[in-house]
């Protein structure tokens, strides 16, 4: 008999991981919501060694042509089974392999890198033990979010955006990461930094670390200026042209003239020669006093957006929206507030933050389940709550494009959008639909063995065969019209159930599975 609810674990569950399964609410109900948070907030520094020993093991095909355009370029066909290799990589053995591979290679293998990041992201959002941190490094690459299109250096160089920048910050803290990411390859690239010059200063970093990394576009004050200090309400126009000319001359080692020791290696670096030295009065503070000292007037900047009172409400709100749904409950976001300044100094400044709205108060278990799973999350939920096995496969890259939700796919640095309303669309639901029937019926990308999973009565009752499904997948029942269609359908693809086991397979039962994660009650976590 399902249940009518789903119980306070599996809504914290959901709220919390890419999908609750049976035995994560078993396991919650067994050590206590406060034991499990503890532990998802103290994971190792790299995988698990379980994930690890899998994505070493990896294969994903690659294949192309020869190509003879000599004497410019040429190479020969490839037709093989590869490991993850850009995944092992430094940072600058992937800016220099990028190069060496661009433009002179198949645009497969140009895209190689990326197709590597994206299928380890599906397979650790759907494998990985601590789904926690994977929540998290889901929200932190979507706030500072990049787009691929960029160029193909670029996407390769998103491998150390994700692995070195931001996850290792998940938990630490804000401030730290922040100069993490100004500093990162990727981002310089992407928001131009790396080119700004002394004569003419980029503003696109400048603007968007305070629109949409910091203070928040619901502060910008336009182009007011004079004498008054607004800093205390929010940011100018004048704060951000002098914000950039602070972080001019942060930029990447790409063969500038004037960085003989440095090369072409993706490096950060301090150019002098970039730097536009005339920055002054920003967010209070007169940048003027630093002149002359490198990196510190672009470091005061990161200093003075960190600890703005903005930030921590525009940032925190944010965070609970993402965990609760389009209206968070007032309480949690006070306490993640307080949280956020208590302990801004802290190493660990975002842990205890986590640590505020998942225990500070029992609104992480309390309904309604109001938050919509965006089409990857609804991919990774269902993979995770029917046993399903990802694969390192190249179309996980762009799996997911004509729903807007391909990895690094949202081409403005706004990140995509967080509210319901805009993945609830018709048009949007019939292409994920089209995606979870096809991997429900065990892709070659995902595969799960349903009917071994099945008890074998449930494979002769298209009713108890629903039943057990959306038990597992949703954990309480759905509405009585839902649960009718679905034993409907479920009859009509298993045959006379009993005398016709050749229906008893993957591709048609993985048909129900793929129903039950369309309907509301899956789709709503």
């Not at 396991?27 to 070493?56: C, E, F, H, M």
């Not at 200026?225 to 000319?245: E, H, M, V, W």
């Amino acid at each position: 008999m399902l249940a009518a609810a789903p119980t306070i674990e599996r809504i914290a569950l959901n709220r919390t991981t890419f999908g609750a399964r049976d035995i994560d609410v078993e396991s919650v109900q067994r050590i206590g919501w406060t034991a499990w948070v503890k532990d998802q907030l103290n994971p190792p520094a790299g995988d698990d060694p379980t994930l690890a020993s899998y994505l070493s093991a990896q294969r994903m095909h690659i294949e192309y042509p020869a190509y003879d355009n000599s004497p410019y370029y040429s190479w020969p066909a490839v037709n093989e089974d590869r490991p993850l290799q850009y995944l092992a990589m430094s940072a600058t053995q992937i800016w220099v392999k990028s190069h060496k591979v661009y433009p002179a290679n198949d645009h497969r293998e140009l895209a190689r890198g990326f197709d590597e990041l994206s299928a380890a992201l599906v397979i650790r959002n759907t494998h990985s033990r601590y789904q926690l941190r994977e929540v998290m490094t889901d929200f932190w690459l979507n706030h500072f979010s990049i787009s691929k299109a960029k160029d193909y250096h670029l996407q390769n160089m998103l491998i150390a955006f994700d692995r070195d920048v931001i996850r290792p910050n998940v938990f630490g803290n804000f401030r730290k990461m922040l100069e993490a990411v100004a500093t990162s390859a990727a981002m310089l690239k992407y928001l131009d930094n790396a080119d700004s010059q002394a004569d003419q200063p980029n503003e696109n970093y400048a603007r968007e670390l305070m629109e949409l990394h910091t203070l928040g576009r619901g502060v910008y004050l336009g182009k007011l200026t004079g004498n008054t200090d607004l800093s205390a309400k929010g940011f100018t126009d004048d704060d951000i042209i002098q914000a950039s000319r602070a972080f001019s001359g942060w930029t990447i080692a790409q063969n500038q003239y004037n960085l003989e020791s440095h090369r072409d290696t993706g490096e950060f670096v301090f150019n002098p020669a970039q730097h536009n030295d005339t920055a002054g009065r920003c967010l209070g503070f007169d940048l003027a006093t630093l002149k002359g000292q490198g990196l510190a007037q672009g470091r005061k900047v990161l200093d003075l957006v960190a600890q703005h009172p903005a930030t921590a409400n525009f940032v925190c709100t944010k965070l609970c929206r993402r965990l609760f749904g389009d209206a968070p409950p007032a309480a949690v976001i006070e306490r993640a507030v307080t949280a956020w300044k208590m302990y801004a100094d802290s190493p660990v400044q975002l842990k205890r933050v986590m640590y505020a709205i998942l225990i500070g108060g029992p609104e992480i278990g309390q309904g309604p389940c109001e938050k919509v799973r965006r089409p990857h999350e609804r991919i990774v939920a269902l993979a995770r709550t029917i046993d399903g096995l990802v694969r390192a496969d190249p179309l996980w890259s762009s799996l997911l494009r004509g729903a807007s939700d391909a990895p690094f796919g949202w081409l403005t640095p706004d990140g995509r959008p967080d509210t319901n309303e805009f993945w609830l669309s018709a048009a949007m639901n019939i292409e994920i639909w089209s995606q979870l029937r096809y991997l429900g019926g065990n892709s070659n990308y995902l595969s799960a063995d349903i009917v071994a999973q099945t008890p074998e009565n449930a494979l002769k009752s298209p009713t108890l065969f629903v039943e057990y499904w959306v038990g597992r997948m949703v954990g309480y029942t759905l509405s009585a019209g839902a649960m009718a269609a679905l034993v409907s359908a479920t009859a009509k693809i298993m045959g006379d159930l009993v005398n016709n086991p050749s229906y008893r397979n993957n591709y048609f039962l993985g048909d129900i599975v793929a129903m039950i994660a369309s309907t509301p009650e899956f789709v709503n976590r």
